[in-house]
């Protein structure tokens, strides 16, 4: 096994990085979900909260992932909002309502039990 380093400068959209983007295409195959996609196109199926985006779906993550069938995926790209202050950003700037429940914790965990599902 052969391990490199590659410095990249970040980014707030972490797929958008070099050396991950690259990472992600050389092992990309199957059917692949990103349920935070923004402007992304590694996914063959991807959702974006904001419709200025140009993805499959505009949908909230948890019910994007709730509507995938049962094992009928190989990889997930799962890069969320960083803290509650980037959700509260996001969904404000869409004129959606912010909610105790996806601010938490929990909202993070029942998404990962939808990913392990599917």
């Known amino acids: ?3 490199n380093r590659v410095w990249s400068m970040p980014n707030s959209n972490t797929f958008s990085i070099k050396a991950i983007g690259d990472l992600i295409n050389k092992y990309k195959s199957g059917v692949i979900i990103d349920p935070f996609a923004n402007s992304n196109k ?5 959702n974006d909260l904001d419709p ?7 949908m909230d993550a948890l019910d994007f992932l709730k509507m ?5 995926v190989d990889t997930v790209l799962w890069d ?6 980037q959700i509260k950003e996001c969904y404000e700037k869409l004129g959606k309502s912010v909610n105790w ?3 938490q914790a ?13």
């Open 52 to 58: 200025q985006y140009d993805t499959t779906y505009n």
């Open 101 to 103: 429940e996806t601010t």
């Open 1 to 3: 096994m052969e391990i």
């Open 68 to 72: 995938l069938d049962t094992e009928s």
């Open 42 to 46: 590694f996914a063959t199926i991807t």
């Open 106 to 118: 929990s909202y993070w965990s029942k998404q990962k039990e939808e990913i392990s599902r599917i």
């Open 80 to 85: 969320p909002p960083f803290s509650p202050r």
